[in-house]
């Protein structure tokens, strides 16, 4: 069992940043593959980034460039830095860890995240 707590979003102006902040509590975080997904009302929950226990990630296009997901084993903590954000990137951002072996999934309960133009 793991738990996922997010914190870290708020309002900001178009081309701030934010980052926010996945604390995982439960055993093991390494070996869980982490995600940051969003959802925008209205829209289908999407995949931001998201990073494997040996530190590959990949990103949606939208977002490549001005994210950045990392993750740090020892805290069970991972991170999303968000830069030069932009009105379309408000949405509610949700944390996600799968099991390597097992593929069973945990969501955190979200933080809104919006940019003012």
């Known amino acids: 069992q793991v738990q996922l707590v997010e914190s870290g979003g708020g309002l900001v102006q178009a081309g701030g940043s934010l980052r926010l902040s996945c604390a995982a509590s439960g055993s093991r975080f390494s070996l869980y593959v982490m995600g940051w997904y969003r959802q925008a009302p209205g829209k289908q929950r999407e995949l931001v980034a998201g990073i494997s226990s040996d530190d590959n990630s990949n990103y949606a296009d939208s977002v490549k460039g001005r994210f950045t997901i990392s993750r740090e084993n020892a805290k069970n903590t991972v991170y999303l830095q968000m830069n030069s954000l932009k009105p379309e990137d408000t949405a509610v951002y949700y944390c996600?860890?799968?099991?390597?072996?097992?593929?069973?999934?945990?969501w955190g309960q979200g933080t809104q995240v919006t940019v003012s133009s």
């Open positions: 996600n860890a799968r099991h390597r072996f097992t593929s069973y999934v945990y």
